[in-house]
């Protein structure tokens, strides 16, 4: 007789008694694989639960001081909420190349020293790892796994990965949906059950994320992703999910020679490099968890050279730097919809907080103007849709890194200026919308230069407005600088309050001056 077969999802872990081209539940295309299907359970029958455990009041249990240990790299401690946890499993994340494996092999290195460390590998002999690492010991089958952990009772357990864990009782190939879940089921009952903190490391597909079913991250406690270019020195690890601290931490590695080195200051890392009068780029601060961290935001707007213009994004989430772009051409006065724009995140580092709204805008209009943002000048705020400024939370942290890391000048939202103006040592520039931001950067002095230099700052957007002048009066052409001719003749009205005027130069009949455009 055939064996019954099932069907499951890759992405989400969904069963299907047939096949289809797409996931009837999370809509993913060629995601269903052929199983063996689980043999059902008799009736009439139970099954008896092994170390049964009869409930108990919370109050009765007694609180465990050391169920946190550090693991010796405070970046991955950082990231993990505090330190390890006994009897927790840890999904470990990051595409071929990366640094997975060496990151868990300095791990044993550290913890080797006050405990016991036991670390699988299926990717790897024996003789390819002791090449980077001393002492360890290798199994892929799970049933030899677990018999090496009774033996050995290791306080940590690493594994090399899960995709090539295998159990012989299970008819699929090693990497199936099948495989992972059972051998990750049983790695779980390890950890909650013996109290030995378990590191799995995990591909992740093209899309990036963990190669197998969607139901592997809902087992584990904690999913850490190692991002990064493997062309760059740079890796940011990055938790998805922690049932025991923050899910927004981050920790820094360089990658060199002998390993992974800890980056214990990544804003000055992520500014090394940065280019000085240099237009289209802006310093802003974001919170990555209790840790705040400057990041350099650079625009380019070109000239559009084909029929419809092109939009990138790196780093930064594409539907705002949309929104950004609109809002700056609605309230600021910026063609931008007929340029090709690109923006980036300098360092790998991923920007989902509004707080870099304010910076993103700075840099695409010094980009879409050329002119350079001050070396010394900052920026943090976010963007509504009407071109307001809007606060943000840890202001007072974000402005004291800004000040270590050498900045003098920062832009921040008008509701912040009067709590932090006494308590700071920064010059601050509260703005309340886009367009006193932009006026600010008008008025800024370059290093290096004795004068405001605002001639790309001229009047916008382009409005006719009449040629004013405290000379007598007149009879000729008056051409503005900006592309505004305008005649007159006879008395020349006042200015209107709103428009500041350059003192003119009369020569041969022809005045020229130049409007900037107030409030």
């Known amino acids: 007789m055939k064996a019954k077969t099932v069907f499951f999802c890759t992405e989400c872990g969904s069963e299907s008694p047939k096949w289809s081209g797409r996931c009837a539940v999370c809509g993913a295309w060629n995601s269903m694989v052929e199983q063996p299907a689980e043999r059902p359970v008799k009736s ?39 330190g390890a946890v006994k009897g927790s499993l840890v999904l470990v994340g990051g595409a071929p190349g990366i640094g997975k494996s060496t990151l868990m092999l300095q791990i044993c290195q550290q913890l080797g020293r006050t405990c016991k460390v036991l670390y699988v590998s299926g990717e790897e002999s024996a003789r390819q790892l002791k090449l980077r690492a001393k002492r360890l010991s290798v199994e892929t089958r799970l049933g030899d796994v677990l018999e090496c952990i009774r033996r050995e009772e290791p306080d940590v357990l690493i594994v090399d990965s899960i995709q090539t864990l295998y159990n012989e009782e299970l008819d699929a190939p090693a990497g199936g949906v099948g495989q992972v879940k059972d051998c990750t089921m049983a790695l779980m009952q390890v950890a909650k059950g013996q109290g030995v903190t378990v590191f799995v490391i995990g591909h992740v597909n093209k899309e990036g994320s963990i190669a197998g079913p969607k139901v592997l991250e809902h087992m584990v406690d904690c999913v850490l992703y190692f991002e990064g270019d493997s062309r760059m020195t740079y890796r940011i690890l990055r938790a998805a999910k922690n049932r025991f601290g923050a899910t927004n931490e981050i920790g820094v590695f ?30 802003t601060c974001v919170m990555e968890g209790a840790r705040p961290v400057l990041a350099e935001i650079q625009a380019l707007i070109a000239p559009c050279a084909g029929a419809r213009p092109l939009r990138s994004s790196n780093g930064f989430d594409y539907n705002r730097a949309a929104m950004l772009l609109a809002v700056l051409e609605k309230r600021g006065g910026l063609k931008v919809s007929q340029c090709d724009a690109y923006l980036n995140i300098i360092g790998g580092l991923t920007l989902d907080e509004p707080a870099a709204d304010l910076a993103a805008v700075v840099a695409i209009a010094s980009s879409y103007l050329d002119k350079p943002v001050p070396n010394g000048m900052a920026a943090v705020g976010e963007v509504g849709l009407s071109g307001e400024i809007r606060s943000v939370s840890h202001m007072e942290q974000r402005l004291s890194e800004v000040k270590r890391l050498g900045f003098t000048e920062c832009i921040i939202p008008a509701h912040h200026a009067v709590d932090l103006r006494e308590r700071s040592s920064l010059e601050l520039l509260p703005v309340r919308n886009i367009s006193e931001a932009l006026r600010l950067l008008a008025q800024a002095k370059q290093a290096g230069s004795g004068h405001r230099d605002d001639r790309h700052w001229a009047v916008r957007p382009r409005r006719r407005y009449p040629a004013y002048t405290a000379r007598p009066a007149a009879t000729g052409s ?26 003119p130069a009369a020569a041969g009949g022809r005045i020229l001056c130049l409007f900037i455009r107030g409030n």
Not at 257 to 279: F, T
């Open 44 to 82: 009439g029958k139970t099954q008896r639960i092994a170390n049964a455990v009869n409930a108990s009041p919370i109050t009765s249990l007694q609180e465990d001081e050391e169920i946190r240990f550090p693991t010796g790299m405070g970046e991955l401690d950082r990231v993990l909420g505090g």
């Open 254 to 283: 360089e990658m060199l020679d002998s390993g992974l080195r800890e980056v214990e200051n990544p804003s000055e890392m992520l500014l090394s490099g940065r280019p000085q009068d240099a237009s289209g780029t802006c310093v």
């Open 478 to 503: 008056c051409r503005c600088r900006g592309s505004y001719h305008h005649s007159f003749a006879g008395s020349v009205p006042p200015p209107p309050d709103n428009m500041k005027i350059r003192p």
